[in-house]
């Protein structure tokens, strides 16, 4: 496939002396595409994003601009640019990259960073790779399609000379940007598709991987923070004499958000917040306790709601079906839990500010940095309504580091205003460091939700009408409030709005109800709450049909070949309808998000006291083209896992407006002897590359559920399963 090749979108660098080639790319999103190419070339300040570079020594660096929290884009993004440049994989290192604008969104979410890199690094990849040909064809004054590169060399075909990509990296650098590039077809790559080690992983096993938690700086102190134990209350009156009593404590800093202790050690920092006696300025309004919560969207849930989806007539249709099936799904709250708490070193001296912060947003982390860094500045900036990264700007330099698990928690930028303000007060390098409870008490939790369902089958006992109402928080009202002018934010109908069954008179609706819990992205965002209920549902109406949930999947995908696909295969590798041990069930699921298609079988036993025990889960997924199998299998365990602990163990209640449970003895995650055995399957695609990240999260809940079932013959249609729900099971 030849691409041609924007002058724009490539720089080439020879700075100094054996410098070799250095080839920055300018990457921009899918999303930033259109409103890049609508600016003139005057306005653009053309600095790298994503830098290829070769020294001299042969060694070939790509630096990558997303960020690295176990998901693999450490290894993967660098196997696009490899791929191309027919580099040696051995000879192949990653840099992390500093937040910059120039790199376009380094924001790391929705599984997107291999789709939206996809094009561009194989482009960066291939665009190098010529200019070496053309510097080895200059030297040896052959031909250019005489040349190829393979393996970090260039040959000639005909005389045999070969020269490395060290060799001829100087002279490469001086070569013009070639019009366009060949790149590769699917079934020529090379390495692209293998089982390659992570890049990540030697420097995670001896230590010298830098997380946030490890970041130490001259003079640094140690911060932890409180804050109020009601959503938006604020500091009011501060007894601090006992916490400046403490041996090693500096100073004692209130914020808006909290008031935090400054020490020259963790533990003196911890020792000195826990004397501090606050009284706190709460908010007015209601102050929801659980209960009240729910009676609250089950109130809502009588309003019509908006429509987001009405394909026929959903009335006529239920009013020809021979039996008419109701149902209400409740889940529940759900905190991130990352291992790694919520951390950040900031040091704001001398008109600098630089920040190390694991996050999933660099970008945003660095406005973040910057307003509360230079807050007379910023108002500056507001004030001339001018865009502050094409102005005079005090620098700002945000380092990302690896983390201790995303899951969309570090797209929120809380921790970094707050380290950031802590050292500009303070005047001195300060790692903030949130205790377990703080970071379980002061998330942006996945939005609980109700839903209620009806739907109506034909004498075959398939469908012919199909209701969805989807009660619950918004998402995006809760981060920015009064974005949602329309009542309708689409991430609380993921999953829902684009059902791949073929179902007439199909209905969707979303009532909004806020109840004043901070809400963000959770891994898989509303396709977790919605495959849950809408898979479970499915399950219900094959039971009521008389027909096999698989079989009735099938029908309903008829022309839908990928998902059936899917389905397929995991019932095969499952042995699906065989005859299992005694004791031991089968459920089964299927979802699309972030354009991949996964579905799952798990196989569970339950006690004769009521504990759940998962054994087996077998994964089948389409991601179109695969970058790294090994990849893809450790995302598909890390998602079981993650949805495991959704079913089995913890969910996010309150008493009067504060979060209950505070630590992992109240909000259990799954525990090692409790994994069950995971298989996954890869269907083989040359389509572009898919999610994979978050698409192995939705099918796990409604799987086990759907299997609960087969060994109950009950309904449990609210998370998380307690003990009690499965007693006296047959």
């Known amino acids: 496939m030849r691409v041609d090749v924007s002058r724009r979108k490539f720089m080439i660098a020879s700075t100094a002396v054996g410098a070799g080639l250095v080839l920055a790319t300018y990457l921009y999103s899918r999303k930033q595409e259109y409103a890049h190419e609508k600016r003139s070339v005057a306005e653009e300040e053309f600095r790298p994003n994503v830098w290829l570079r070769i020294d001299i020594d042969g060694t070939v660096t790509v630096t990558v601009a997303k960020s690295e929290m176990g998901q693999g884009v450490w290894t993967a993004l660098p196997m696009l640019v490899a791929e191309e440049l027919e580099a040696n994989w051995r000879r192949v290192n990653v840099e992390q990259a500093l937040a910059d604008t120039t790199h376009g969104d380094q924001t790391t979410q929705g599984s997107s960073s291999v789709r ?15 200019m070496l040909i053309a510097a080895a064809a200059a030297e040896w004054n052959v031909p250019v399609r005489e040349c190829r590169a393979q393996d970090s060399f260039v040959t000639h075909r005909q005389s045999r000379r070969k020269s490395s990509f060290g060799e001829l990296s100087v002279a490469a650098a001086r070569q013009p940007v070639p019009e366009s590039v060949e790149l590769k077809e699917p079934g020529r790559f090379r390495i692209i598709g293998k089982l390659l080690l992570r890049l990540d992983t030697p420097s995670k096993v001896n230590g010298r991987a830098l997380f946030g938690m490890d970041v130490s700086l001259p003079g640094m102190l140690f911060a932890t923070i409180t804050h109020s134990p009601v959503f938006g209350g604020k500091p009011a009156v501060i007894v601090d004499g006992p916490a400046r009593a403490i041996r090693g404590v500096r100073h004692v800093v209130r914020l808006d958000t909290g008031v935090a202790v400054v020490a020259d050690s963790y533990w003196a920092a911890k020792q000195g917040l826990d004397l501090l006696d606050i009284t706190w300025d ?33 009335e006529r249709g239920l009013s020809s079906a021979v039996k008419v099936i109701e149902a209400t799904y409740e889940t529940p709250f759900h905190a991130h839990a990352t291992m790694e708490p919520m951390n950040c070193t900031a040091s704001v001296r001398d008109g600098i500010c630089e920040v190390w912060a694991p996050t999933q947003s660099p970008d945003k982390a660095q406005a973040t940095a910057h307003r509360h860094a230079f807050p007379a500045h910023t108002r500056f900036w507001h004030k001339l309504r001018g865009r502050w990264q094409h102005r005079w700007q005090p620098p700002v330099i945000v380092h990302t580091t690896f983390m201790g698990g995303g899951f969309g928690r570090r797209l929120q930028q809380d921790y970094v205003a707050e380290a950031v303000q802590i050292s500009r007060i303070v005047g001195a390098p300060v790692k903030l460091i949130w205790s377990r409870e703080e970071d379980m008490q002061h998330d942006y939790y996945r939005p609980a939700s109700h839903n209620r369902l009806v739907a109506g089958l034909d004498a075959r006992g398939m469908p012919v009408a199909w209701d969805h109402k989807i009660v619950g928080p918004s998402i995006r009202e809760s981060l920015e409030p009064g974005s949602v002018r329309n009542g309708f934010d689409r991430s609380a109908v993921q999953g829902a709005i684009r059902l791949p069954y073929s179902i007439p008179n199909m209905r969707v609706r979303y009532v909004m109800a806020q109840v004043g819990v901070p809400c963000g992205l959770w891994r898989s965002v509303g396709h977790s709450n919605n495959a849950f209920v809408t898979e479970c549902f499915l399950d219900e109406l094959a039971v009521v049909g008389g027909n096999d949930p698989l079989t009735f999947r099938l029908a309903l995908l008829a022309d839908s070949p990928r998902e059936r696909a899917v389905l397929e295969l995991a019932a095969k590798k499952a042995g699906w309808r065989r005859r299992r041990p005694r004791g031991r069930y089968q459920g089964l699921a299927m979802h699309r998000s972030s354009e991949s298609r996964v579905a799952q079988v798990a196989e569970i036993s339950i006690s004769e006291s009521g504990q759940l025990r998962v054994h087996r889960v077998v994964c089948a997924i389409d991601c179109g083209t695969v970058v790294n199998p090994n990849v893809v299998a450790a995302q598909m365990e890390g998602s079981v896992v993650f949805a495991l ?36 399957h890869i269907v083989s695609s040359h389509e572009p590359p898919a999610g994979v990240g978050e698409p192995g999260v939705p099918p796990v809940i409604p799987a086990v559920m759907n299997a609960i079932f087969a060994a109950t013959h009950r309904r449990i249609r609210r998370l998380p399963v307690q003990p009690g729900d499965l007693l006296g099971h047959r």
């Open 645 to 680: 602990s959704a079913v089995m163990k913890g969910a996010i209640t309150f008493r009067e407006g504060r979060v209950e449970q505070s630590n992992f003895h109240d909000y259990p995650i799954l525990r090692i002897d409790e994994m069950p055995e995971v298989e996954t």
């Open 282 to 314: 709460l908010p007015k309004g209601p102050r929801w306790s659980s209960p009240a919560m729910r009676d609250h969207f089950a109130a809502v849930a009588e309003q019509a709601g908006v429509t987001v989806r009405e394909d026929g007539e959903f």
């Open 116 to 130: 939206d890199s996809w094009d561009t690094l194989r482009q960066a990849g291939a665009v190098a790779r010529e």
